[in-house]
């Protein structure tokens, strides 16, 4: 396909994954992925009801990449920079989680998200609550901000069906962050995580998502990581055994025994 901008190609700053993303002029190029057919239904949809918090899907460019529109703003590194550790940003993330949901909710894709996997865990998910299609992967290095607030999100390819509360609890799981202390970079050793919380839940809107809606959605989210974490490393392979082989299994264990132990502080300050 031809007439997308042309240009040099600007590296973006990896992630854990996917290799190779880089921008060109006002676009990213992304490899093309068995998921990037669900990430462009998503994205259409978005685009559809008026959602303006994620990059619009393009089509693909003349070396078969995903094209993407980029989203002039700040995304942090990784580590989490100062001024993404802030208490003040938490409550823009929980509001665009928020307005990503209600944007989301009722639409039903037309193709199967993901390729099928025999064998691959599923997440749990609470009874009685209603489904979604989400990004899932709302972790700092996946939202951009402007000005202070957040303001997008990028980096679809775990895009599935789940529930606002897992979502929101996945969220917090990497903004507040909801770890073993030993697990927290740097920059957020000395965190008050119930404040934190507040902060994510009231930009959320506590009357979609009650913090013990939060809290048993994270029990829920946090239980069933190891075995999908190890599955990914074992089947799909690259950053997946990378993260795997740096300790990732460990981390999460330590974050179940750690959440074990302050869940029912955080259910009494949160009430
Ligand atoms: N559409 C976009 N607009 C602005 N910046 C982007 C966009 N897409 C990517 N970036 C920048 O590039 C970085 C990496 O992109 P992305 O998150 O899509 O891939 P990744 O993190 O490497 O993938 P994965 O999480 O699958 O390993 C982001 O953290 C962000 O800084
Ligand atoms: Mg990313």
Redesign the pocket.
């Known amino acids: 396909m031809d007439g997308w901008p042309d240009g040099p190609e600007i590296t973006?700053?990896?992630?854990?994954?996917?290799?190779g993303?880089v921008?060109v002029g006002d676009t990213?190029r992304?490899p093309h992925q068995d998921t990037s057919a669900g990430v462009a239904a998503y994205l259409n949809h978005l685009e559809s009801v008026g959602f303006a918090g994620a990059?619009r899907y393009l089509g693909r460019d003349e070396r078969g990449r995903d094209v993407?529109?980029?989203?002039?703003?700040e995304?942090t590194?990784d580590p989490v920079e100062p001024w993404a550790a802030t208490d003040s940003v938490l409550p823009s993330v929980g509001w665009l989680v928020r307005a990503l949901h209600d944007a989301s909710v009722g639409w039903t894709p037309h193709i199967e998200l993901r390729p099928s996997t025999p064998g691959r865990p599923q997440p749990r998910l609470p009874d009685g609550e209603q489904l979604l299609v989400s990004q899932r992967?709302v972790?700092p290095?996946?939202v951009?901000f402007r000005g202070g607030a957040a303001i997008?999100l990028?980096?679809f390819?775990l895009v599935g069906w789940t529930t606002r509360s897992v979502d929101l609890a996945n969220t917090a799981m990497h903004w507040v962050p909801l770890c073993d202390p030993l697990d927290r970079d740097a920059g957020l050793a000395d965190i008050d995580v119930v404040a934190r919380l507040r902060l994510l839940l009231d930009g959320y809107g506590d009357a979609a998502v009650t913090s013990t809606q939060l809290l048993d959605a994270a029990v829920l989210r946090f239980g069933a990581a190891y075995d999908s974490m190890r599955w990914n490393a074992e089947h799909l392979g690259g950053?997946w055994a990378r993260m795997w082989a740096a300790g990732a299994g460990d981390v999460i264990q330590r974050r179940v025994a750690w959440f074990a132990e302050v869940q029912p502080d955080l259910v009494r300050a949160l009430r």
């Open positions: 973006l700053p990896a992630g854990d994954v996917t290799e993303v921008r990213v992304r990059p993407l529109t980029f989203i002039d703003g995304v590194g992967d972790t290095q996946n951009v997008a990028i980096d390819d950053g």
